[in-house]
């Protein structure tokens, strides 16, 4: 099993900057891959980025690139999200998510484990 836990959420105005964290524990070899996903009330789960355990790929869906950063802190077993430059549109529940694939990391499918969600809201 791994446990993700979600943290950093708020209210925001639109072009500030807030950080997410999620920290992560439990079985190490069935998280090679952790990621972001956000969703608002009645869509999908929408990918935002994803970085590798191993080697720090990073991977960030078009409309965040540029203004999003993802990270790891391999010691302390958590992965940041750095969001800068936010719009309303960015409003959303935010999921930290792992991996053991590290392919297709844009795929909520791809996914074993997910955490509780932490909201989001950027006002106009």
């Known amino acids: 099993q791994v446990q993700l836990v979600e943290s950093g959420g708020g209210l925001v105005q639109a072009g500030g900057s807030l950080t997410l964290s999620c920290a992560a524990s439990g079985r190490t070899f069935s998280r090679n891959a952790m990621g972001w996903f956000r969703q608002t009330p009645g869509k999908e789960r929408d990918f935002v980025a994803a970085?590798?355990?191993?080697?720090?790929?990073?991977y960030y869906a078009d409309s965040v690139k540029g203004r999003f950063t993802i990270s790891r802190d391999n010691g302390k077993n958590t992965v940041t999200l750095q969001m800068n430059s936010l719009k309303p549109e960015d409003t959303a529940v935010y999921y930290c998510?792992?991996?053991?694939?590290?392919?297709?990391?844009?795929?909520?499918?791809?996914?074993?484990?997910w955490g509780q969600g932490t909201q989001v809201t950027v006002s106009s």
């Open positions: 998510a792992s991996s053991v694939s590290i392919i297709n990391l844009n795929r909520a499918n791809t996914y074993n484990y």
């Open positions: 970085i590798r355990w191993s080697g720090g790929n990073t």
